[in-house]
Structure formats: C-alpha cells, structure tokens
C-alpha cells in the first residue's frame, strides 16, 4: 500500500484500500477488472503485519531480533527473550532508540518495575527500538577467574605436583 492509502493494480488503476476489508477490496477490484477479463479471480493476502521489530540484547536467554504487535512493553520483549539470566543488571536496563540517526539511550530500573513499585520504567516499545541487558561486575571478575587465572593455577599445581613426585 502506498502513503496515500491506494494500490495500484494492472488494469484497474489506483484502487483506495484504506479501512477496507480483504474482501471488500477483492470485490472492488474484480468489479473493475470485469471490462477487461471475463470472470476475474483474484486472492489477496497479508505480506506484512504492522508488527513493532525490537532487538534484545545483553544477558537474556535468547537475545535476539523479536517482533511484537500491539501495545508492548520492555519487561515483555525481555519476556519474549525468556527472561534474564543469574548476571543480569536489571537497574541499569538500557533502552536505545531513535535509530542510527537520532540515537537516544534511557536508562531503565526494571527492578522498580517487577516490583511494582514504579511501572514507569516499563516504556512501552517502539519500532526499532534496541533493549540491552547488562551484565553484573562480578559475573565479569568470575570470567576473568575462569579464562585467565585458573589456567595459570592449574598449570603452577601442576609443576609443583611433578616436583613433589620428582623427589
């Protein structure tokens, strides 16, 4: 459909679809397809919903890109996303939109919001709009621990095991 609410079709020309039915629009269409084809037969159907697109990210179970319809909150895409994982900030919940050109980021307290406390934190969503969860300081320490520090422990244990045996 174009901005001004009309489809353009071969042979029945600009045909107003604004506030029309799937049938009413095929009944107008095959009333002004008759002078052309003897007994048209034409099917419509739906190519794209009106469907908000909104990107979860950070620590959530399924980050991801996740569509919603309707009236739609952060606490319900993170929801879509299936909830939060043990790391996650919730009082520091970004929420960033505008898009590339007019980024705008809003720092959210959804622990306000879970608790009932102050529901204005859970905004409702826009197209576009881009949730990031972060991750808690000590999740990273416990990361830097696993990736870095314990192999190096590991491997000193290790030596000072063969020593040991050695004598």
């Not at 037969?41 to 469907?51: A, W």
């Not at 950070?58 to 790391?87: D, K, M, W």
């Not at 000193?156 to 020593?163: C, F, I, S, V, Y």
């Amino acid at each position: 459909m174009r901005p001004d609410g009309k489809i353009s079709f071969p042979l029945a020309g600009d045909v107003p679809a604004v506030c029309l039915t799937f049938e009413m629009l095929r009944e107008e269409l095959v009333e002004r397809l008759k002078q052309y084809v003897r007994d048209p037969i034409i099917s419509i159907s739906l190519k794209k919903t009106g469907d908000k697109k909104v990107i979860v990210l950070g620590e959530v179970n399924e980050p991801g890109v996740y569509y919603v319809s309707g009236q739609r909150t952060v606490l319900e895409a993170i929801a879509r996303a299936n909830g939060f994982t043990q790391h996650a900030v919730l009082s520091s919940v970004i929420l960033l939109r505008g898009g590339p050109e007019h980024p705008e980021g809003i720092r959210l307290d959804l622990n306000s919001a879970i608790n009932k406390t102050d529901m204005t934190q859970n905004v409702a969503l826009r197209s576009e709009d881009m949730v990031y969860v972060p991750r808690k300081f000590i999740a990273d320490v416990n990361y830097f621990v696993t990736q870095f520090l314990e192999p190096i422990y590991k491997s000193a244990w290790t030596l000072r095991l063969m020593q040991v045996i050695s004598q």
